[in-house]
């Protein structure tokens, strides 16, 4: 009973600190963009560093993620990990700072991060006094080493996935795992990483600690070494793969992310578009005020076959502009035959609508086309195709009836014979006579 009330104060320390923190901190408190993705869209030659920090239970996690991400190219995973001791050991602030001064100094995209094996830590306060191990002296303390130590790859602006501690066979240091994980997990938000639970996955049928259990296969294995702390072999493979999931959904975020043109910086331009990137006017220039209320590109690189922009080009396009004109004749009401030229207008098409244009007729039936308005005079387009339609037209979804009526919030004209036409004697679709299949009230 001991143990359950020193959790739940715990647990209600952690928590008062997590509100205290939110509340006094911005609304966007991690840091971190809603609208951009976890990863960055443009590595370094378009690779991503991967590094793993942390003590015994890092060394392996690294061979787990090995085999789960070794074929990958996009990621180039150190071989080593890179060592986090005891926080609780002597000289803690020496051994920071020479950790801080490695990380500045090497490429870092990917930060994986598991420390905890040796639980419990012993901490000291100011006058070389111990810590009761859980208390709430100890939890202050070990949170503000956590943060000195995050603030190490939230400097370097890394993505940093940080794995929690999983299940003990001891219950005290079990209890003692739970509470460290809640601080984990807290100052992980508040620092724009992410949490990564391996504490449910290698819990039993009941919740409790387990050394077999169900690998990547769904067979039962033995997970667990018979200290009841580290991973087998499969083991190690199953904890690198809550870490892949992740990973794997944030790698094709960001390649998503970089497909969207965007009218962004220069490089970003590049990267998306090369050799026709709008080049971003000086602040002071009159162009650049000319443009400041408009958000036009004003200035067009040359086209992708390397010829120079067309002076009638009014897009970042890839096709010039191609008017024609077409002659109709036309009979007056005195019978005399009269010919009139119109105009076609067609103007300059971007390669990326072309190609989007000539996948959607050539790719079977037809789904809805959605077109919005990205800024800077960018037009975004995409094609969505149900699963199992059938060739049909389709209204913008913006002209959809539960847009208009559920987001714009319109008042729908009521269809003659639907249930919401109130009006009588009911009339139909096309005509104003009564309807011959209602029956009139009697009386």
Do not use: C
């Given at each position: 009973m001991s143990g359950f009330l020193q959790r739940l104060r715990l647990s209600i320390a952690t928590g008062a600190a997590l509100l205290a923190a939110v509340l006094t901190a911005p609304a966007n408190a991690a840091g971190v963009d809603q609208g951009a993705t976890f990863l960055t869209p443009f590595p370094d030659?378009?690779?991503?560093?991967?590094?793993?920090?942390?003590?015994?239970?890092?060394?392996g996690l690294l061979g787990g993620f090995i085999k789960a991400f070794g074929s990958d190219v996009r990621l180039n995973i150190q071989r080593q990990?890179?060592?986090?001791t005891n926080l609780a050991s002597s000289g803690f602030e020496a051994k920071i700072t020479a950790l801080g001064n490695k990380v500045d100094a090497d490429p870092l995209n990917?930060?994986?991060?598991?420390?905890?094996e040796d639980n419990p830590m012993t901490?000291?306060?100011?006058?070389?006094?111990?810590?009761?191990?859980?208390?709430?002296?100890?939890?202050?303390?070990?949170?503000?080493?956590?943060?000195?130590?995050?603030?190490?790859?939230?400097?370097?602006?890394?993505?940093?996935?940080?794995?929690?501690?999983?299940?003990?066979a001891r219950n005290d240091a079990n209890e003692l795992a739970q509470a460290m994980n809640d601080v984990i997990r807290e100052r992980a938000y508040l620092n724009g990483f992410k949490y990564i639970d391996a504490y449910q996955g290698f819990t039993d049928e009941n919740g409790g600690y387990s050394a077999?259990?169900?690998?990547?296969?769904?067979?039962?294995?033995?997970?667990?070494?018979?200290?009841?702390?580290?991973?087998?072999?499969?083991?190690?493979?199953?904890?690198?793969?809550?870490?892949?999931?992740?990973?794997?959904?944030?790698?094709?975020?960001?390649?998503?992310?970089?497909?969207?043109?965007?009218?962004?910086?220069?490089?970003?331009?590049?990267?998306?578009?090369?050799?026709?990137?709008v080049k971003t006017p000086a602040p002071s220039s009159p162009v650049a005020q000319q443009s400041s209320d408009s958000k036009t590109p004003v200035v067009h690189g040359a086209a992708l076959d390397g010829t120079p922009p067309s002076p009638n080009s009014n897009a970042l396009g890839d096709q010039k502009v191609d008017?024609?004109?077409?002659?109709?004749?036309?009979?007056?009401?005195?019978?005399?035959?009269e010919t009139q030229t119109v105009e076609i207008v067609r103007p300059a098409i971007p390669a990326s609508v072309v190609a989007l244009m000539a996948r959607r007729e050539g790719s079977g039936p037809r789904g809805d086309l959605?077109?919005?308005?990205?800024?800077?005079?960018?037009?975004?387009?995409?094609?969505?195709?149900?699963?199992?339609?059938?060739?049909?037209?389709?209204?913008?979804?913006?002209?959809?009836?539960?847009?208009?009526?559920?987001?714009?919030?319109?008042?729908?004209?009521?269809?003659?014979?639907?249930?919401?036409?109130?009006?009588?004697?009911?009339?139909?679709?096309?005509?104003?006579?009564?309807?011959?299949?209602?029956?009139?009230?009697?009386?």
């Open positions: 030659n378009d690779v991503y560093q991967v590094t793993v920090f942390g003590d015994g239970f890092a060394n990990v890179t060592p986090i990917i930060a994986i991060v598991m420390i905890g901490f000291r306060d100011a006058d070389g006094k111990r810590l009761a191990i859980g208390s709430d002296p100890w939890i202050a303390e070990y949170t503000r080493r956590l943060d000195r130590l995050m603030r190490i790859f939230k400097r370097k602006n890394a993505s940093v996935y940080w794995v929690g501690l999983p299940n003990l077999y259990g169900p690998d990547l296969e769904g067979a039962i294995r033995l997970l667990r070494l018979r200290n009841g702390v580290n991973f087998t072999e499969v083991g190690n493979r199953k904890l690198a793969h809550f870490v892949e999931k992740e990973l794997r959904s944030d790698l094709n975020q960001a390649k998503a992310n970089r497909n969207v043109p965007l009218l962004g910086a220069e490089a970003e331009q590049e990267r998306i578009n090369p050799g026709n990137a008017n024609g004109k077409i002659t109709l004749k036309l009979q007056t009401p005195s019978g005399r035959i959605i077109v919005d308005q990205i800024g800077g005079g960018v037009t975004l387009m995409s094609s969505i195709t149900p699963a199992g339609s059938r060739e049909r037209g389709r209204l913008s979804p913006t002209q959809a009836p539960y847009f208009r009526l559920l987001v714009k919030g319109e008042r729908l004209q009521p269809k003659p014979g639907r249930a919401d036409d109130v009006s009588w004697p009911p009339k139909s679709d096309s005509t104003s006579e009564v309807n011959p299949d209602v029956t009139p009230p009697r009386g």
